[in-house]
Nanobody
Framework: VQLQASGGGLVQPGGSLRLSCVAS????????MGWYREAQGSRRELVAVMAKSGNTNYGASVKGRFTISRDYAKGTVNLQMNSLKAEDTAVYFC?????????WGQGTQVTVSS
């Protein structure tokens, strides 16, 4: 499975960004796709994931501000990020999980700063 992420950048506090990730290769039915992030000096943490069933799980710090969605026909997962804060600054990684197999995208930088 290969993952290609896009959409990062620099945004002011309170602004919005949209991340997208497309998966290719051996894509299975019961997979989970989503996003994690890694701030400088911190561990990688959950942002949001979504199963093909539609079930979602969000990190506590992004609930109500971020929305994850999937386009199953295109094999993509998207993350709409609103009301961005300085503490959202991090490298965001797309993830694909099937059973015990975990794949990561290359990471895209999101910087929230005035």
């Amino acid at each position: 499975v290969q993952l290609q992420a896009s959409g990062g950048g620099l945004v002011q506090p309170g602004g919005s960004l949209r991340l997208s990730c497309v998966a290719s290769g051996n894509i299975f039915r019961d997979d989970v796709m989503g996003w994690y992030r890694e701030a400088q000096g911190s561990r990688r943490e959950l942002v949001a994931v979504m199963a093909k069933s539609g079930n979602t799980n969000y990190g506590a710090s992004v609930k109500g501000r971020f929305t994850i969605s999937r386009d199953y026909a295109k094999g993509t997962v998207n993350l709409q990020m609103n009301s961005l804060k300085a503490e959202d600054t991090a490298v965001y990684f797309c993830s694909y999980v099937f059973g015990n197999e975990v794949y990561w995208g290359q990471g895209t930088q999101v910087t929230v700063s005035s």
